[in-house]
């Protein structure tokens, strides 16, 4: 049985090859395009402003908690 799985194969291949093989079937493109974590420099820049928004509030809501500003009453 083992002669068997031996003979079918026509060269013994490596796990590299068998990763290459793959990548070549699904066609993957060049990871070097995408930026970092795979987005683009237009939804890095939203995710920056999203982060500043809610640091700004929780900022905000944290002096008002702790008393060190007031909302003007009118």
């Known amino acids: ?3 068997d799985f031996l003979r079918d194969e026509e060269k013994p291949s ?8 793959e990548a070549e079937t699904l066609n993957l493109e060049d990871e070097s395009n995408y930026g ?8 890095r820049f939203i995710i920056a402003g999203l982060l ?3 640091v ?3 900022g ?3 002096l008002l908690i702790t008393g060190s500003i007031a909302l003007p009453l009118l």
């Open 56 to 58: 700004l509030i929780i």
């Open 14 to 21: 490596t796990f590299l090859d068998e990763l290459e093989q």
């Open 60 to 62: 905000s809501f944290c």
């Open 36 to 43: 970092f974590l795979g987005m683009t420099p237009f939804q």
């Open 1 to 3: 049985m083992l002669d």
């Open 52 to 54: 500043l928004l809610m």
